[in-house]
RNA sequence: GCGCUUGUGGCGGAAUUGGUAGACGCUGCAGACUUAAAAUCUGUUGGCCGCAAGGCCGUGCCGGUUCAAGUCCGGCCUAGCGCACCA
């Protein structure tokens, strides 16, 4: 028999003991036809008491999830740890700690904390990065990859971050700074790892139309891939002992050569020494020292300040045979398309700039289609071709084709496009991270560990403090090994992989998560995954996002997936700022700690309020005014509930013409309470129960009251709330007398003829303007409803002339009309 | 500099994609209950004019398209994000 309830944190106690004993939320992996992969991104294992941040990442989803659920999908919906990495390092340096105790002591921590959400986590598959038993085969993966060619080593200009005492991707890099720390970044040149991502840069641009992502970040990852067509176009460079080399320069623009008045190559460019003449090697030389010291920071202060030295050298060009002279400057740089580059100060800021401080020549070839005025210069738009011999009067779109066709017949040119995207560095000389499984062999060189040797261990006794040296160089028994190959003395790699090759496959070993022998097994993950909805920040965009969809494709490639991305649909969740309006932060104070509220109101209470108070994408500013008000609902359900069972049952048959509005209020309420969650608009859906709610109050206070269809619309509503407080909606399900559990319950189905009216209210609007309106009956026609509407506006109309009429069907009927 | 996004009551936020702006809630105000308070319940709550009926104004600003604009177009302002010598 129903007993009064009053919801409090022990009833979220009571529900997440049984739901475990139960395992309420076990996956089936047996029957897999109805899967849903429902994944957020996992966390890192911070010390402090799992954040708002985190609530607002998990909680939300898992309402989609039970929601999905009750719709007959066997949801999967794991949860781990991102372990490795910076923050649990850096912590162990500030405290002397070891980064090992500590992580599994904060994962411990943040179990329990994330088990008082009550989400559906299905625990048994969760994974750890730290792991032996994961990272090992992080190792494989890079092994498989350096089979492949993706895994290689160079020397490389790289960003290097000297607080951090490590070198960064360029995905870490943020306006010149340490993403980590803010520190300034600079260039340094050193021997690292790389995956070579580029060579999937292609399929990485192709691919990203197809998936169900927010359009702002298939634009950012479009942008970072940054493809650009063009043509690669070959220069004769004379040297002074009268041989000459050939260098290729990329450009958008094929159709301004005949405007060529130099070209320039990069300071860093191998062969500036190759060209330069002896008159000039002295100066140049200087330059280049002198380029190399600057930061990228200081290299992006000085963008308006162009300078640069001639070599003595001269170029011909490859349409025209002019000779032009060679330059080195440091606004061209290195990394992107081939160093060297055609300049056209005529049509081209850079070049115009570059042109007017050091006198050189400047050939206007391009004007405005349109007008054959004058254009000031550099005139960069497209227009058609001047001063360009046989290609004069073309446009720029043909042109580009023409003279690159023209080049290629002689060998001097080609069509292709660049990107951007440059191969992702992933050496770190730090400890806390997946050991690079290579070693070196004076005999055999670089030798990759065998499979049956992984994976290679991080050793736990080494002097982790920073140095800017790897720190397991210190550590002689690590380093120290045999060559797999020969079996004489070998080194081991000393540098460890970035976090991010750690969460770059994550989602692909959940399904399969104790499994010793291999990765995965091919036929499991390849029926669980892709992921369909994946929930996190979207501060990843170019890097996680990015980095797993190259995973994705390279482990497709050697044959162990048969699908091309994995993550079909994906959400941001919104920022949860703090109070004024500031991203949360210790050392700002403003951080929000969800534990108190949840012993106050409850964690149901709680993650009602953060999906009630917010749009879910958007986010905003932490305020707890409303809490309060999430508060009272629960307390007014709670009532709702005392109230039906207080009522004398009045029975009848025939449901009267009152009914009926609760019927609609019901079927109303499914309908877009559905609709809502399954596009994460769970303010909106919260708002439509409050108004279900407020319908059963209505209906209660009738006179007259269908006690069985009461009662069918009260169990409908416990399953409505289920999804936004399982432990409360559990409860109640309970006690009013059902088998647990609510969340076995099938989602109830929206009655469609319930939510056709029989009355509709029609706006009449005067000249666009609203009037007033009236209830009138569906089925009239519209010119029934037109003189209607005519006749209840008679006021409006004095000395007016109707001039015509518009009717929206069920909404509107607009009379335009005009003075007499 | 280029590109994208945002701007709605005192507050959080709605608005079926061009069709009654402000759903739902918070706050405030008034009332009921109470010895009183809390809790609960009932009204009310964009601004201005009006005793009222009613009217005028109103979605960052200026202009436009349309019978009709928060929604579409052009320009500007604001806040935020992305890229930033990309040839």
């Not at 709702?640 to 029975?651: D, G, H, N, P």
């Not at 003829?753 to 309106?773: E, F, H």
Request: charged letters at 25%; glycine letters at 6%; a neutral charge.
């Amino acid at each position: 028999m129903f007993t009064k309830i009053k919801y409090s944190v022990d009833i979220d106690k009571k529900w997440q003991k049984k739901w475990a004993e139960q395992n309420l939320y076990r996956f089936n992996e047996k029957d897999l036809s109805k899967k849903l992969y429902c994944l957020e991104m996992f966390s890192y294992p911070s010390g402090a008491n799992l954040h708002l941040g985190h609530w607002y990442n998990y909680a939300a989803p898992d309402t989609w999830a039970r929601f999905k659920r009750m719709n007959g999908y066997n949801v999967f919906h794991p949860q781990g740890f991102d372990a490795f990495g910076l923050p649990a390092e850096n912590y162990a340096i500030k405290t002397g700690v070891p980064p090992e105790k500590s992580t599994r002591k904060n994962i411990q921590t943040m179990t329990e904390q994330l088990k008082r959400i009550g989400a559906t986590f299905n625990w048994e598959y969760t994974l750890n990065t730290c792991d032996e038993e994961y990272y090992k085969w992080t190792q494989w993966i890079f092994v498989q990859m350096y089979k492949k060619g993706l895994a290689y080593r160079k020397d490389a200009p790289v960003n290097w971050c000297p607080k951090c005492n490590t070198v960064l991707a360029n995905e870490q890099v943020v306006n010149g700074k340490c993403d980590r720390c803010g520190t300034d970044v600079y260039q340094k040149k050193m021997n690292q790892w790389f995956f070579k991502i580029t060579d999937y840069a292609e399929e990485l641009l192709q691919g990203i139309d197809k998936l169900d992502w927010p359009e702002k970040t298939k634009k950012i990852q479009k942008n970072w891939i940054g493809k650009s067509n063009g043509a690669l176009i070959s220069f004769d460079i004379e040297k002074e002992d009268g041989t000459t080399i050939t260098l290729e320069a990329f450009t958008s623009r094929a159709d301004t050569l005949c405007g060529l008045s130099y070209v320039v190559l990069s300071p860093e460019h191998e062969k500036v020494l190759d060209i330069v003449y002896n008159s000039h090697k002295e100066e140049v030389i200087k330059y280049i020292e002198n380029a190399g010291k600057i930061t990228e920071l200081e290299r992006m202060l000085n963008e308006r300040k162009r300078t640069g030295v001639f070599t003595g050298a001269y170029a011909i060009n490859p349409i025209n045979g002019k000779k032009v002279p060679v330059w080195v400057a440091d606004y061209v740089i290195a990394s992107y398309g081939t160093g060297f580059v055609m300049a056209v100060p005529a049509h081209d800021e850079r070049d115009f700039d570059f042109a007017q401080n050091h006198n050189l020549p400047i050939l206007q070839v391009i004007t405005d289609t349109k007008s054959d005025k004058f254009v000031t210069l550099p005139f960069c738009n497209h227009g058609k071709l001047v001063n360009s011999g046989k290609y004069n009067g073309l446009t720029t779109e043909a042109a580009i084709t023409t003279i690159v066709k023209d080049l290629e017949k002689v060998g001097k040119g080609k069509l292709t496009s660049m990107y951007r995207l440059r191969d992702w560095l992933i050496s770190r000389q730090r400890y806390w991270g997946t050991p690079i499984p290579i070693v070196y062999c004076e005999k055999c060189g670089e030798v990759p560990v065998p499979e049956s040797q992984l994976p290679v261990k991080l050793p736990k006794n080494v002097e982790f403090t920073p140095t800017g040296d790897s720190p397991l160089k210190s550590c002689d028994e690590f380093m120290n090994t045999t060559c797999p190959i020969c079996g004489g003395a070998a080194r081991r790699e000393a540098d460890t992989m970035d976090t991010f090759v750690d969460s770059s496959w994550y989602f692909l070993r959940y399904p399969d998560n104790k499994n010793s022998h291999e990765i995965f097994n091919k036929e499991k993950i390849n029926a669980m995954l892709p992921v369909d909805k994946y929930i996190g920040g979207q501060e990843h965009a170019t890097m996680h996002l990015l980095y797993a969809r190259f995973f994705t494709k390279v482990l497709r490639d050697l044959g162990y997936l048969n699908f091309d991305e994995p993550f079909l649909s994906l959400i941001h969740q919104g920022l949860i700022l703090g109070p004024d309006g500031a991203k949360m932060s210790k050392s700002k104070g403003n951080t929000i700690c969800p534990d108190d509220y949840i012993n106050k109101y409850g964690s149901d209470v709680f993650r009602m309020y953060i999906e009630f108070a917010f749009s879910y994408v958007t986010g905003g500013p932490w305020s707890d005014t409303g809490i309060e008000g999430v508060a009272k609902f629960f307390t007014r359900i709670e009532k709702m509930f005392a109230e039906f069972y207080s009522l004398v049952s009045i029975k009848y048959d025939i449901i009267p013409q009152f009914d009926k509005d609760l019927v609609y209020a019901k079927n109303f309420a499914v309908d877009n309470i559905s609709k809502d969650i399954e596009k994460f608009q769970f303010n909106t859906a919260i708002a439509r129960l409050m108004e279900y709610t407020n319908a059963i109050y209505d209906y209660m206070k009738k006179e007259k009251i269908n006690y069985a269809l009461l009662k069918d619309c009260l169990d409908c509503y416990i399953i409505l709330l289920s999804p936004f407080a399982p432990h409360f909606a559990e409860e109640l399900w309970e006690q009013t007398d059902h088998t647990i559990s609510v969340f076995n319950e099938k989602w109830p189905s929206v009655d469609e003829k319930a939510l056709v009216k029989d009355k509709m209210n029609i706006t009449i609007q005067i000249n666009g303007k609203v009037r007033s309106n009236f209830l009138t009956d569906v089925n009239l026609s519209e010119a029934e409803l037109i003189n209607e509407a005519v006749s209840s506006a008679q006021k409006y109309l004095i000395n007016k002339k109707i001039i015509r009429t518009i009717y929206v069907p069920q909404k509107l009927i607009n009379i335009v009309v005009s003075d007499n």
